[in-house]
């Protein structure tokens, strides 16, 4: 009878009726019956991405909209800036130079987040910026970006701002509209609850003039498809009909509970692993002014092993947290508070930790980590 | 108590217990478990496509995995082939032209098949033609090519061949490596009988050699990236997980079926329902020495509109069947053989057409078309 839990920044943990959704008879997409599921889905997302823009649906994973946004955007030899602060941040870089743009990269200590005025810098060296592509959580790390200082920096000027929010909309505050920020980009199995195969991105219409001006090769990813299927409420090509139909199911959610009792509860998640990482003796990843709601990464002590930690709690308990990626490789751990999970969750995790923590040798109380999360979800 | 029956060319009917798969809690895409699913999916389907060589996986629709053939073969400039007789085809010239390369269209009357000579005149005129992009089942026609005759010719050349059988694999017969096909594409939706949003396409070391030259930008659609994956039981980017896993249990009836068993019985249903068209004065849209048993294309009379004919079956009679694609549109309608169907579904299917024709004014003796049906399933 061993668990299944998944406290990892994607896949999330999917409520069971969205599973029981997924598992429907399924229906054809050139249907009336199917263009009410993609209204209901664009209107949900529109509440959760905070925006009246068009949001278009692709049948890929969280790195086709990103792909959809750097090609569409740029010609060759257009200059971007990127921000680098992580793995999710150096993916911008890659997407720029494959399609031979020539992104200027911020380059960020992993666990701190840019300096928006480092962006105004560059902008004023170099007005000609096509976009600036940041990232709203960065998964490797679990840093939150300031984006609402950002987009006031960049709206001021002619380049049309990107963001990866792939990981963290629906989770922490993105507010695509007030904010002022021209796409987002986000996908189904973090914040939204689904298996992964379905992204999307909202499309400001400062971003479609420069997207109409592009040269690159494309048509999976080329939305002017997109702009034209979205108004006949059609995708361009074949949807990821099941997890479009279970999106539906999503969202209803999101209007229940209302966005922003969702994001400080995920912050209250949050707030009590912190509360347990601290009470264990360990240290977080990322800096106080800039740690995430999204996922918490723990720095683990030399002597324990990261891989080993990870294996154990997965495959011996079936606790399943992430390690860490890069030059973090067993390093840190990341305890997402993403998608379906309560308090309870977040205890059975910080319980698991503590248990395969000791094993593993690490000198430490047993239960002040579960008891100072209970601290915070009790006050 | 409406019936929810898909006789459409994709997506397709998905088996019950598939569909429970697809409705499982989700497992993490980097574990041990998920690679021994990745490990079964791959080796099902080098049954069904009949190969050795490496199949990759993509999060797309079908058009993905074409796109990722086009770009990962073709460098601006590159001299293409492509064959035209549908709307599939269409969409070989489409991508080559989006990726500046340079096809050369050989236009097929719809309805027919290309004659493989008219390749081998080209292949000679142009020795430099980096690929040959053909369908094996144009969906939008009914129409199958002789794919073997093609590779025969192809595989003399330095020319690479690019089978689109999204629609074709499992159903009807594409021996992949005994003909000598280097790129085959397909997905999920179709034969498959699962949702739509995972494609895949094997790739042989001729193909490989050319993809590593090709110039393109690409980044999703990289294929050397995807290659490095396989190695490590991998995929480069997240993958669908949930549809990678319901593969698994769609793949182990293609094995306990067996392929040509398969293939034979979805001869009998076609041959049925060709012979249920025939008997109610309808004509077959596609010839007789090229027709798919994929799907039925049947040609209406000129005084029943097509639309409405398919939207009465469905909305009304709860049987989903395909209309014409292009100038095609309100004069055929395609019935489909694909997917988890039997001969029943097809009597239930011809049935509904006959009580739909005779509302819409039709002429004919009510019960002809299920009787021919029926002589075909019990000779």
Redesign the interface.
């Known amino acids: 009878m061993k668990r299944?839990l998944?406290l990892?920044p994607?896949?999330t943990?999917?409520p069971a009726d969205v599973?029981?959704?997924?598992?429907?008879?399924?229906?054809?997409?050139r249907?009336?019956q199917f263009q009410d599921n993609i209204k209901e889905a664009i209107e949900g997302l529109q509440y959760v991405f905070q925006t009246k823009n068009e949001i278009y649906l692709l049948?890929?994973?969280?790195?086709?909209a990103m792909?959809a946004a750097v090609?569409n955007l740029l010609s060759?030899g257009d200059k971007a800036i990127t921000v680098e602060g992580g793995k999710f941040g150096e993916r911008w870089t890659?997407?720029c130079k494959?399609?031979?743009a020539e992104p200027t990269v911020i380059e960020v200590e992993w666990g701190t987040a840019v300096d928006p005025a480092k962006i105004k810098e560059l902008l004023d060296q170099a007005p000609e910026t096509k976009a600036v592509f940041v990232t709203l959580n960065e998964t490797s790390t679990g840093v939150v970006s300031d984006i609402e200082a950002i987009a006031k920096i960049v709206k001021e000027t002619s380049a049309v701002l990107v963001v990866d929010a792939v990981s963290g909309l629906g989770v922490v505050d993105c507010q695509t509209d007030k904010w002022g920020v021209d796409i987002v980009c986000s996908?189904s199995?973090k914040g939204f609850m689904l298996?992964?195969?379905?992204a999307f991105l909202s499309v400001s219409d400062k971003a479609y003039k420069v997207i109409e001006a592009s040269t690159?090769?494309?048509?999976?990813?080329?939305l002017r498809k997109s702009k034209k299927a979205f108004a006949a409420t059609d995708t361009p090509?074949?949807?990821?009909?099941?997890?479009v139909v279970a999106l539906c199911e999503s969202l209803k959610k999101f209007k229940a509970e209302g966005i922003d009792n969702l994001l400080a509860n995920y912050g209250r998640l949050a707030e009590g692993t912190r509360a347990a990482a601290r009470a264990l003796g360990l240290s977080l990843f990322a800096k106080d002014d800039c740690i995430s709601n999204v996922l918490t990464a723990i720095s683990l002590p030399e002597d324990v092993d990261g891989g080993k930690l990870v294996k154990t709690m997965?495959?011996t308990y079936g606790i399943?947290v992430a390690g860490g990626q890069g030059h973090l490789k067993g390093k840190i751990i990341r305890i997402s508070h993403m998608g379906c999970i309560d308090e309870y969750d977040i205890l059975t995790g910080i319980s698991c930790l503590e248990k395969t923590l000791k094993e593993l040798g690490y000198k430490f109380e047993l239960g002040v980590g579960v008891a100072a999360a209970q601290k915070v979800f009790n006050a």
Chains 1, 2 share one sequence.
Do not use: K, V
């Open positions: 299944n998944l990892t994607g896949p943990q999917i599973c029981a959704a997924l598992g429907r008879p399924i229906i054809h997409h249907t009336p049948a890929s994973s969280g790195t086709g792909e090609c060759p890659e997407l494959a399609y031979n996908a199995h298996p992964p195969g379905l690159n090769a494309r048509y999976y990813w080329d090509f074949t949807p990821a009909i099941g997890i997965r495959d399943s």
